[in-house]
């Protein structure tokens, strides 16, 4: 029968994938202290900036339960909620669960670059979706979204034209090149995970989707999409051990 493996041990093969996994993905010096290590890290790994206080305490921990840097002469057994923990932070930063796979909605619904602002705003209604991509020549011209057209209408008006006129004459097209920037959509591949998501979410506040596709090429049609709505969740999945 297979010997069960002490908590120091499981605890420590944790940290120490934890070390190894974060100095090679960030290519930190190897001589760097782990205090140090997650501090730099913060900025880098979203699931380290949500674990940095227990990424630290546990650092401190390593060095109460071995002595003089042996793993082999263990003094202390940490408790099993520690050990679970830090095997669950070593999970999420090892093998990330895949957003497409957790938090985004898989049926994307898109639109034509050349239909009405009064097809658009009906299709956004008929949906419940807020964010439609929108396509041109099967390839990705940008993001309608039901503030930003909102946003537009009123510009509109202000200006002096008519509500008639933006919705019959105005193509989402024509709207979409009219926006000063398009920081508010992201294209990711598939391969993008929760705490890569969650990153871009945190770096840009006025992020609204992020679009997965293949390999995250615009001329792909879309796999999925996750929106600011999905980050509370992407959030549990990150807690729920």
């Known amino acids: 029968m297979e010997k069960?493996?002490?908590?120091?041990?499981?605890?420590?093969?944790?940290?120490?994938?934890?070390?190894?996994?974060?100095?090679?993905?960030?290519?930190?010096?190897?001589a760097m202290g782990f205090s140090e290590l997650i501090r730099k890290s913060v900025v880098l790994n979203y699931t380290i900036r949500?674990?940095?206080?227990?990424?630290?305490?546990?650092?401190?921990?390593?060095?109460?339960?071995?002595?003089?840097?042996?793993?082999?002469?263990?003094?202390a057994e940490p408790h099993d909620k520690v050990v679970e923990k830090i095997e669950y932070i070593e999970k999420l930063l090892t093998t990330p669960p895949k957003a497409i796979d957790t938090v985004a909605r898989r049926d994307v619904h898109i639109i034509s670059a050349d239909k009405s602002m009064r097809e658009v705003i009906k299709e956004i209604a008929n949906s419940g979706y807020s964010n439609l991509p929108v396509y041109k020549n099967d390839e990705l011209i940008g993001v309608a979204n039901g503030q930003k057209i909102l946003d537009s209408l009123g510009k509109f008006l202000i200006s002096g034209g008519k509500a008639e006129v933006f919705l019959s004459s105005i193509k989402i097209e024509d709207m979409l090149s009219k926006l000063e920037n398009s920081n508010y959509y992201f294209v990711a591949p598939a391969s993008f995970t929760i705490?890569?998501?969650?990153?871009?979410?945190?770096?840009?506040?006025?992020?609204?989707?992020?679009?997965?596709?293949?390999?995250?090429?615009?001329?792909?049609?879309?796999?999925?999409?996750?929106?600011?709505?999905?980050?509370?969740?992407?959030?549990?999945?990150?807690?729920?051990?």
Do not use: W
């Open 4 to 30: 069960q493996q002490s908590n120091a041990k499981r605890f420590l093969d944790a940290f120490n994938n934890i070390d190894y996994f974060i100095k090679t993905r960030y290519n930190f010096n190897r």
């Open 50 to 75: 949500k674990y940095e206080d227990d990424l630290i305490d546990y650092g401190r921990l390593r060095n109460a339960i071995i002595h003089n840097n042996n793993e082999d002469f263990v003094i």
């Open 195 to 241: 705490e890569e998501c969650l990153n871009e979410f945190n770096k840009n506040h006025k992020l609204l989707a992020i679009l997965f596709t293949k390999t995250g090429e615009k001329n792909q049609m879309p796999l999925g999409i996750m929106t600011g709505a999905d980050v509370l969740k992407a959030n549990k999945i990150l807690e729920s051990n």
